[in-house]
């Protein structure tokens, strides 16, 4: 049985990067590095691939992976959210009576999230019984206090955020972020999920990632940001 499904979403477009998940990142293409991830967790029963691409289907393969369906097309577009895809993978199994108690997204532009990463956030899903349990990481340059917004080329405060003076960096609170690389889910919020919230139910548990862990491939800066980590650190970490 499948208890925990981990489902690395890769479709074939990108605008910000043409063939953004196979390009290389440390000599190998930037979606090995959540696959190996997955299937390096103790925690993980079984790691799927879900996909449109052929090309991207055949590297998962090569790092054996499972591939047991192609992503539907509907499922392949911009405008569809991830979330659908996790649930379309739970769908597919409860069909073939082996429903995953809980599913975990990795998100394959987040290459320096680790196993131990994965393993910490399936652990505390399992272990608290918790809707689901999300990377994030500590927000310090665009701190909400810090925040604006713009009529015009006019400054204006921020509204749903009330500050009476400024406050120095060291007397803020703390804020954290989603980095978006690990989402765990437990069934039932993706069984729920209504196309209209982002699916973590009512009690949420974290996994703080470090800045450097949380980058997040988008853009020609991020991968040029990514590989030149790896060229100072000497590895994907």
Not at 72 to 78: F, I, N
Not at 160 to 169: A, F, K, N, S, Y
Not at 200 to 222: H, K, Y
């Amino acid at each position: 049985m499948t208890d925990i499904l981990a489902v690395i979403p890769a479709r074939s477009g990108s605008k910000g990067i043409p063939n953004k998940n196979v390009r290389d990142l440390s000599g190998k293409p930037l979606i090995a590095h959540q696959i190996e991830n997955a299937l390096d967790a103790d925690t993980v029963d079984r790691t799927i691939l879900s996909t449109d691409d052929d090309e991207i289907a055949a590297i998962g393969r090569d790092l054996g992976v499972e591939i047991p369906f192609k992503r539907p097309a509907s499922l392949a577009t911009d405008d569809v959210p991830v979330i659908a895809v996790y649930e379309h993978a739970r769908e597919y199994y409860a069909e073939l009576g082996d429903e995953p108690t809980y599913v975990v997204g990795l998100q394959p532009t987040c290459p320096f999230t680790t196993s131990s990463q994965v393993d910490e956030a399936v652990e505390k899903a399992t272990e608290t019984d918790c809707d689901a349990v999300v990377s994030v990481s500590e927000v310090t340059e665009t701190h909400p206090y810090r925040s604006y917004t713009l009529t015009g080329d006019r400054l204006e405060s921020f509204e749903d955020v009330t500050v009476h003076e400024p406050l120095q960096r060291q007397d803020r609170p703390d804020v954290y972020g989603l980095t978006g690389a690990i989402f765990v889910r437990h069934r039932a919020v993706l069984e729920r999920w209504d196309n209209d919230d982002f699916a973590l139910g009512e009690e949420t548990r974290v996994v703080v990632q470090s800045e450097a862990e949380a980058l997040d491939i988008d853009t020609p800066f991020d991968l040029r940001t990514a590989r030149a980590l790896v060229a100072y650190d000497g590895e994907v970490s």
